[in-house]
T-cell receptor
Framework: AQRVTQPEKLLSVFKGAPVELKCNYSYSGSPELFWYVQYSRQRLQLLLRHISRESIKGFTADLNKGETSFHLKKPFAQEEDSAMYYCALSILTGGGNKLTFGTGTQLKVEL | NAGVTQTPKFQVLKTGQSMTLQCAQDMNHNSMYWYRQDPGMGLRLIYYSASEGTTDKGEVPNGYNVSRLNKREFSLRLESAAPSQTSVYFC?????????????FGPGTRLLVL
């Protein structure tokens, strides 16, 4: 069965420091991976997906199939990046798209 | 365009009571989903509906039922609430883009079962 692991419950960094949120997955097929973000008192929203190779709000994530990882990175953390981040693995079935989420990492950017 | 809406925002139930959580989307998406979010466990899929008229179990379906009333609405019912169902419930709908489905989430319903 598929699984997503986010080893850090809480990551605290200073403003301007680099950020790396770790995500590892296990899945026998070809993975489709996402990062979702939940700001305080807001709904969960898509941050980025691996297939589009985009950079959103300065964040990037590269799929490493050899290490089965999809770490989220940003070179310089900003205060507004403080939020809960979830890594998710997508499995397209005959009916719909089942997302398996990691347990999340709370990012706290300190001044 | 309201996106995904959920009612109620907050609810307190006593053990054994029943209730229905409502979800609606105005984005003409085919797929809809119900998740629960618990501390230290992330989001877990309860039920999903790939299209109007179909529903399937997710990872944690026990104690819940769902109804896909039409393309817009997908409700989650607790027939006999238990304290273990205290959680935050999120509804989502899905749209295909770049050959992938992106899910859009509602604001959540906080449920406390005493």
């Amino acid at each position: 069965a598929q699984r997503v692991t986010q080893p850090e419950k809480l990551l605290s960094v200073f403003k301007g420091a680099p950020v790396e949120l770790k995500c590892n997955y296990s899945y026998s097929g070809s993975p489709e991976l996402f990062w979702y973000v939940q700001y305080s008192r807001q709904r969960l929203q898509l941050l980025l997906r691996h297939i589009s190779r985009e950079s959103i709000k300065g964040f990037t994530a590269d799929l490493n199939k050899g290490e089965t990882s999809f770490h989220l990175k940003k070179p310089f953390a900003q205060e507004e990046d403080s939020a809960m981040y979830y890594c998710a693995l997508s499995i397209l079935t005959g009916g719909g798209n089942k997302l398996t989420f990691g347990t999340g990492t709370q990012l706290k950017v300190e001044l | 365009n309201a996106g995904v809406t959920q009612t109620p925002k907050f609810q307190v139930l006593k053990t054994g009571q029943s209730m229905t959580l409502q979800c609606a989307q105005d984005m003409n998406h085919n797929s809809m989903y119900w998740y629960r979010q618990d501390p230290g466990m992330g989001l877990r899929l309860i039920y999903y509906s790939a299209s109007e008229g179909t529903t399937d179990k997710g990872e944690v379906p026990n104690g819940y039922n769902v109804s896909r009333l039409n393309k817009r609405e997908f409700s989650l019912r607790l027939e006999s609430a238990a304290p273990s169902q205290t959680s935050v419930y999120f509804c989502a709908s899905g749209m295909i883009a770049f050959d992938q489905e992106t899910q859009y989430f509602g604001p959540g319903t906080r449920l406390l079962v005493l």
